[in-house]
């Protein structure tokens, strides 16, 4: 398996002429990505610019027109029904989904999950105070980011996605619902009945005491982590976490699994 990390959440995994892209998302995703698989998914976790803002333009690119028949859309029917509104794909190749709704295509198996997202702003009252403040002395990103999101369905489900590959590879994409505000009964449930070798999530510096107690019971061999909003919090100036550090202390504190950090553009990992 090679895992291709695009930034923000976009990640594709190449495994048996498949390519699973999640979150495809801005500038770094070529349509080069398309010749690494046969067969194509597409899976987007929820209607937020930064996940479905640039699939439309993505897929209505003339380089992508030979390979649309191979490609294929997973998401809510709300996120779906925006993304192919004017039908660049064929309705066989849309496939909308709920929670543990589950579909198999070209052999491999996708099933969806709900989670609730990671909370935007800081716990404390003096942080959220320091992190409004940031975002309001910067009024022309906050303006270009907010209409963005204008057309977009923002309320659309947020969804993870489980993966099993007819070799019996197992993957599981939990995006931003691993987080210090996560419900233990949504864990334990997804832990039970879509357990994965392989688990991508993102992270962010209030949650870091909170995600070890997820990783545990989530118990996959392998874990890649990454920092959803980055370019963002660059823009307004807003703390980060070093994600290879807590590659390291995550690494320390269960020595069974792996853990890895997707932290650049164009970033590739092979994997056994």
Same mark, same amino acid.
């Given at each position: 398996m090679q895992i291709h990390y695009f930034g923000w959440s976009g990640i594709a995994l190449q495994h048996d002429n498949t390519l699973i892209g999640f979150d495809l998302f801005g500038d770094a995703v070529s349509w080069d990505i398309l010749k690494h698989g046969q067969t194509v998914l597409l899976c987007l976790t929820h209607g937020h610019p930064e996940h479905a803002g640039s699939i439309q333009a993505f897929l209505e690119a003339p380089e992508?027109?030979? $390979?649309?028949?191979?490609?294929?859309?997973?998401s809510s029917s709300e996120v779906i029904n925006h993304?192919?509104? $004017?039908g660049i794909l064929a309705p066989e190749n849309?496939?909308?989904?709920r929670d543990r709704e589950s579909i198999v295509i070209a052999g491999v198996k996708i099933t969806a999950f709900t989670w609730v997202h990671m909370p935007l702003l800081p716990p404390n009252f003096r942080e959220k105070l320091e992190y409004i403040f940031q975002v309001i002395i910067h009024p022309i990103d906050l303006i270009r980011i907010g209409t963005s999101a204008l057309s977009l369905p923002m309320n659309a489900p947020q969804l993870g996605f489980h993966i099993t590959y007819p070799d019996g590879?197992?993957?599981?994409? $939990?995006? +931003?619902g691993v987080h210090r505000l996560t419900n233990p009964k949504e864990v334990e449930q997804v832990a039970k009945s879509l357990p994965a070798d392989i688990i991508f999530f993102a992270v962010e510096p209030?949650?870091?005491e909170a995600i070890p107690r997820w990783v545990e019971m989530l118990s996959p061999k392998d874990v890649y982590i990454y920092e959803a909003h980055r370019p963002w919090r660059d823009t307004f100036h807003l703390p980060f976490i070093d994600v290879d550090k807590y590659k390291h202390d995550l690494s320390e504190r269960f020595q069974r699994m792996t853990f890895s950090a997707l932290t650049? +553009?164009?970033q590739v990992?092979?994997?056994?």
């Amino acid at each position: 398996m090679q895992i291709h990390y695009f930034g923000w959440s976009g990640i594709a995994l190449q495994h048996d002429n498949t390519l699973i892209g999640f979150d495809l998302f801005g500038d770094a995703v070529s349509w080069d990505i398309l010749k690494h698989g046969q067969t194509v998914l597409l899976c987007l976790t929820h209607g937020h610019p930064e996940h479905a803002g640039s699939i439309q333009a993505f897929l209505e690119a003339p380089e992508v027109r030979a $390979y649309l028949t191979n490609i294929h859309l997973i998401s809510s029917s709300e996120v779906i029904n925006h993304i192919n509104r $004017y039908g660049i794909l064929a309705p066989e190749n849309t496939h909308p989904v709920r929670d543990r709704e589950s579909i198999v295509i070209a052999g491999v198996k996708i099933t969806a999950f709900t989670w609730v997202h990671m909370p935007l702003l800081p716990p404390n009252f003096r942080e959220k105070l320091e992190y409004i403040f940031q975002v309001i002395i910067h009024p022309i990103d906050l303006i270009r980011i907010g209409t963005s999101a204008l057309s977009l369905p923002m309320n659309a489900p947020q969804l993870g996605f489980h993966i099993t590959y007819p070799d019996g590879k197992t993957v599981l994409n $939990y995006s +931003e619902g691993v987080h210090r505000l996560t419900n233990p009964k949504e864990v334990e449930q997804v832990a039970k009945s879509l357990p994965a070798d392989i688990i991508f999530f993102a992270v962010e510096p209030d949650d870091v005491e909170a995600i070890p107690r997820w990783v545990e019971m989530l118990s996959p061999k392998d874990v890649y982590i990454y920092e959803a909003h980055r370019p963002w919090r660059d823009t307004f100036h807003l703390p980060f976490i070093d994600v290879d550090k807590y590659k390291h202390d995550l690494s320390e504190r269960f020595q069974r699994m792996t853990f890895s950090a997707l932290t650049k +553009e164009g970033q590739v990992i092979v994997k056994d």
